[in-house]
């Protein structure tokens, strides 16, 4: 069965940097495209990013744009966010988040979350 | 402000039928698939329908979808208790270049 696995969330203050891994199982991790979604509290779904299998494209949401970068090591069946110049309006339960399939926007698996808290 | 617009909030009795709505543009709606997500109280998204109206592997039936021009539609019959949720319609937006989710429907079961 899929599983999606996210760590690495936090409390960090304004202007720190945090990096959250999300470890894969389940499926052929190479074959998929990832994506980080984001929901503030009580708030909706926010899409911040996506990678492609053969990380050959990276697309990201104007509000992360040069802080936040994804990557992903296939070796390890891991995806990461960097996210740099940390806000507060950064605070978050992170998702990651499986593609469907190629080239359809479809998400049909998501991890748990992890918590990311951006406060002095 | 969602680029894909969604009612807050709808409700109805058990056992009965209620659609939520959700509205876009000719450069996500209208060209890309739709899809949407059942989030249940303290979890996290779960997959309702792909592709405007397909459902994965065991959700059932009572659950359908469609898309006409730049709407979509979600449509639950039969409606039960544990049908509470917030549930978000997707697409990839080809203009922006990004995935694109309304900003969530709040379903309460009377």
């Known amino acids: 069965q899929v599983q999606l696995v996210e760590s690495g969330g936090g409390v960090v203050q304004p202007g720190e940097s945090l990096r959250l891994s999300c470890a894969a199982s ?8 990832m994506h980080w979604v984001r929901q503030a509290p009580g ?17 990201y949401a104007d509000s992360v744009k040069g802080r936040f970068t994804i990557s992903r090591d296939n070796s390890r069946n891991t995806v990461y966010l960097q996210m740099n110049s940390l806000r507060t309006e950064d605070s978050a339960v992170y998702y990651c988040a499986k593609e469907g399939k190629h080239f ?17 | 402000q969602s680029v894909l617009t969604q009612p807050p909030s709808v409700s109805a009795a058990p056992g009965q039928k209620v659609t939520i709505s959700c509205s876009g543009s000719s450069s996500n709606i209208g060209i890309n698939y739709v899809s949407w997500y059942q989030q249940l109280p303290g979890t996290a998204p779960k997959l309702l329908i792909y592709d405007n109206d397909k459902r994965p592997s065991g959700i059932p039936d009572r659950f359908s979808a469609s898309k006409s021009a730049s709407s979509a539609t979600l449509a639950i019959t039969g409606l039960q208790a544990g049908d509470e949720a917030d549930y978000y319609c997707g697409t990839w937006d080809s203009s922006l270049t990004v995935v694109v989710f309304g900003g969530g429907t709040k379903l309460t079961v009377l």
């Open chain 1, 104 to 120: 359809d926007p479809y998400i049909d698996y998501w991890g748990q979350g992890t918590l990311v808290t951006v406060s002095s």
């Open chain 1, 43 to 59: 708030k909706g779904l926010e899409w911040l990013t996506f990678i492609r299998y053969d990380e050959s494209k990276e697309y």
């Open chain 1, 26 to 33: 389940g499926f052929t991790f190479s074959s998929y495209g």
